[in-house]
């Protein structure tokens, strides 16, 4: 190894081995929405990299990690317990990814005004996309231009990984997955798309805790964690997705990573800049949607080969993190 290169790793190492970071969320290992797969994953490469991760405000910490400012299940540090930690502790840096806004919501949980009111203390605000951060300063008036940055999400390639030798089903899958039951979810889509099967050379699988209606021709599976749910998500041809204002759209992610052409809805959100690098194809409405299908049908091999793999990794992600992280020590 050269030299030059030996001592900024073992530099970057000793920085490593002495931080100790406090994540506001305490990752679990079950089917639980995507910020909770990116928490596991920044978890898993901040420690191989020699970073102690804790999940309590206690002494010595370098850097506190906000991925939510409110108490919620898995989320047991707010802002008040931020504020007065700083308050005596003026050197800790504060790190906030903001993956999440009141606009997929109607605006009915007023999340936005925590956040805006932890970016008064933020020394460094990570948008998941381009979209999300656009909608703090445009919409919201936010002043977050100079301590902000974009990386948008990436998934487990230990899990989530093509099969690049799988050929177009006789009878095409669509596959879809969620977790919450929100109706910009795609509700009215799914429902449409369950009728509009039968007696056609598709079938419908979502993968999800229940369905947003009753399936009278889809298959309902599920809910799956790790590479049980990639392993389904592989099985299928075509993925779609429905949902309106996601911020980065962990199930699109997902999706691509396994290999499968994407259509996406046009009001996605962040989940367009996901879906324009992977040559992923929008629709505005279901009639749209249908003859998508059969565009993407006709040229299938095409469209699996414009998916860029490498970016979609976690460790990718995490390591863009983890050098945002370094810099501010």
């Known amino acids: 190894m050269d030299k030059v290169l030996f001592t900024l790793v073992f530099l970057k190492n000793n920085l490593f081995s002495s931080m100790k970071i406090c994540l506001t969320m305490h ?18 490469y901040l420690e191989k990299s020699g970073v102690k991760v804790v999940y309590e405000l206690e002494p010595g910490i370098n850097a506190i990690f906000i991925m939510d400012p409110r108490i919620l299940k898995f989320n047991k540090i707010d802002l008040p317990q931020i504020i007065n930690y700083k308050k005596n502790n003026p ?4 790190i906030h990814r903001v993956n999440d806004c009141d606009k997929p919501r109607g605006e009915i949980d007023n999340l936005d005004k925590h956040l805006m009111d932890a970016f008064k203390i933020d020394d460094l605000i990570i948008f998941v996309s381009d979209w999300t951060k656009n909608y703090f300063i445009k919409e919201k008036k936010c002043d977050v231009q100079k301590k902000s940055i ?35 979810k795609g509700k009215d889509i799914y429902i449409k798309l369950d009728e509009w099967i039968k007696d056609k050379d598709y079938e419908f699988i979502y993968i999800g805790r229940e369905f947003p209606g009753t399936p009278k021709n889809s298959k309902v599976i599920g809910p799956f964690f790790g590479l049980e749910l990639a392993n389904h998500i592989r099985e299928g041809d ?14 699109v992610v997902e999706a691509f990573a396994c290999g499968l052409p994407v259509l996406y809805y046009e009001n996605i959100g962040g ?4 879906g324009k690098s992977h040559g992923g194809e929008s629709f505005k409405d279901f009639e749209e949607l249908t003859q998508k299908l059969e565009i993407i049908k006709n040229n299938y091999d095409e469209y699996k080969k414009k998916i860029n793999h490498k ?3 976690s460790d990718l992600c995490s390591k863009k993190y983890t050098e945002e992280i370094l810099k501010l020590k």
């Not at 989940?271 to 996901?274: A, K, P």
Request: proline share 4%.
């Open 311 to 313: 970016i979609l990794d």
């Open 238 to 251: 075509i993925y779609i997705s429905a949902s309106q204002w996601e911020n980065c759209p962990m199930h």
């Open 271 to 274: 989940g367009v800049e996901i």
């Open 27 to 44: 990752p679990q290992k079950t089917a639980f929405g995507g910020g909770n797969q990116f928490a596991l994953n920044l978890v898993n």
């Open 150 to 184: 974009v990386i948008n999400n990436g998934c487990n390639r230990n899990y989530f990984y093509p099969n690049f030798q799988k050929k177009l089903s006789n009878k095409i899958k669509i596959i879809t997955h969620h977790w919450s039951s929100n109706a910009f």
């Open 91 to 94: 050197n800790v840096k504060v």
